[in-house]
């Protein structure tokens, strides 16, 4: 099974989930991991405004975002503010050939409803391009680093793979 684990993160959570979740899938197979970044680092706030207005016009820099050689895409989400960050919603828009593939997609939030609310908005995001329900895993940021709960969450979301 390869799996490629995609993750945002700007505190270093949703990075640390990110890494664990690669070590998982990596242990059933092989298993890549990049962190979606912005083209442009320096974002003016005028630019920042135009990106979560228009995700569409975010330049990412390179990505894989053809899912064709992999069996298992694995996001990493972090919940801030109402809406998953541009550069996500561009990937999600760029992602091809998602069809017949199992989706992971992990959220590390500080409040529940908002990340459950994000889980709504990523589902109908990637509901014209997947035939599979998506296994979610909801991490509150405090957990992040306890190492019972982490493990625990990560292992049911890959026993869900089948
Ligand atoms: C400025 C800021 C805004 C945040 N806004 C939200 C929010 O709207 N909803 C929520 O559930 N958590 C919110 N959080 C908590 C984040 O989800 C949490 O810090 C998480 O670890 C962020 O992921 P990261 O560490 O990978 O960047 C916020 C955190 C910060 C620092």
């Known amino acids: 099974m390869k799996s490629l684990v995609v993750y945002y993160s700007h505190f270093g959570n949703t990075a640390y989930v990110a890494s664990r979740l690669q070590e998982a899938l990596a242990a059933k197979g092989s298993a890549d991991i990049f962190a979606l970044e912005y083209a442009d680092k320096k974002k003016s706030l005028a630019r920042q405004f135009l990106y979560r207005t228009f995700p569409s016009l975010v330049n990412l820099a390179p ?3 053809d899912l064709k ?3 298992v895409l694995c996001l990493g989400i972090p919940v801030i503010l109402g809406s998953p960050a541009p550069a996500f919603q561009k990937y999600l828009n760029i992602c091809t050939n998602l069809y017949n593939k199992k989706i992971i997609c992990c959220y590390v939030y500080g409040i529940e409803r908002d990340a459950r609310n994000y889980a709504k908005q990523i589902e109908k995001m990637l ?3 997947i035939n599979q329900p998506i296994i979610n895993i909801f991490i509150h940021w405090g957990n992040v680093h306890i190492e019972g709960f982490i493990t625990q969450a ?3 979301a890959i026993a869900k793979l089948g």
């Open 63 to 65: 990505i894989p975002a």
């Open 69 to 71: 050689e992999y069996d």
């Open 127 to 129: 509901t014209p391009k």
């Open 154 to 156: 990560i292992n049911e």
